[in-house]
């Protein structure tokens, strides 16, 4: 129950092409849904969240789309570029994220090909 | 800038041996928290403190300690009782307001 199920594990997009990565989880006391992103070396730095009182969220390139009733929600990144090769990972939280255990998927690794 | 700090980048531990990475963060967070990554494994929780003075255990809590005296540190101390602690540590805080926040990461790697 308190897994969250991120597919595909990596995935190869040319540029500017779409990039759609999935997630589900299945607790349904989760409320907060960030994704972030992670470059080599680094730490992750959070890219966009959403919470489930709606159902899309967009920021620039970058699109969460969420499906409560389903327990899923994926990650679009439109006109994709090289410089969005990374690895990805989504999470989920109860309290809104604000405290508590901030479950990952285990992360997709997106590489744009020039 | 505010921010998390970890330190070192780099660290490197003897059979047998002790070691503690540091996390300090001057974002005012109450709560703190300490993930272990390791290739295709995601980022799996080993300790997190809410309040100073308190703290739990996560989900690979076995082989690690911490502490939290003050509000902005949270070291970590790997133990020799720790098998297999080769990995990525990554250290975080989190707020209402602004969620969570991560460091840069230490890697430790047993030599």
């Known amino acids: 129950q308190q897994q969250v199920k991120q597919s595909p594990q990596s995935l190869i997009v040319q540029k500017g092409g779409i990039s759609i990565i999935n997630c589900a989880y299945e607790?349904?006391?989760?409320?907060?849904f960030p994704w972030y992103q992670q470059f080599p070396g680094k730490g992750p730095a959070l890219l966009i969240a959403?919470?489930?009182?709606?159902s899309e969220k967009k920021e620039g390139r970058f699109t969460i789309s969420f499906n409560k009733s389903a327990k899923q929600f994926s990650l679009h990144i439109m006109d994709s570029q090289p410089g969005d090769s990374a690895t990805y990972f989504c999470?989920?939280?109860?309290?809104?994220?604000?405290?508590?255990?901030?479950?990952f998927g285990k992360g997709t690794k997106l590489s744009v090909k020039p | 800038d505010g921010g998390i700090t970890q330190s070192p980048k780099y660290l490197f531990r003897k059979e047998g041996q002790n070691v503690t990475l540091s996390c300090e963060q001057n974002?005012?967070?109450?709560?703190m928290y300490w993930y272990r990554q390791d290739p295709g494994q995601g980022l799996r929780l080993i300790y997190y403190?809410?309040?100073?003075?308190?703290?739990q255990k996560g989900d690979i809590a076995e082989g690690y300690s911490v502490s939290r005296e003050k509000k902005e540190s949270f070291p970590l101390t790997v133990t020799s009782a720790q098998k297999n602690p080769t990995a990525f540590y990554l250290c975080?805080?989190?707020?209402?307001?602004?969620?969570?926040?991560f460091g840069s990461g230490t890697r430790l790697t047993v030599v």
């Open positions: 974002l005012n967070h109450d709560a």
């Open positions: 403190s809410q309040i100073v003075n308190d703290f």
């Open positions: 607790n349904t006391a989760f409320d907060y």
């Open positions: 999470a989920a939280s109860p309290y809104g994220g604000s405290q508590g255990n901030l479950i």
């Open positions: 975080a805080s989190s707020s209402r307001t602004y969620g969570y926040t």
């Open positions: 959403i919470r489930p009182d709606v």
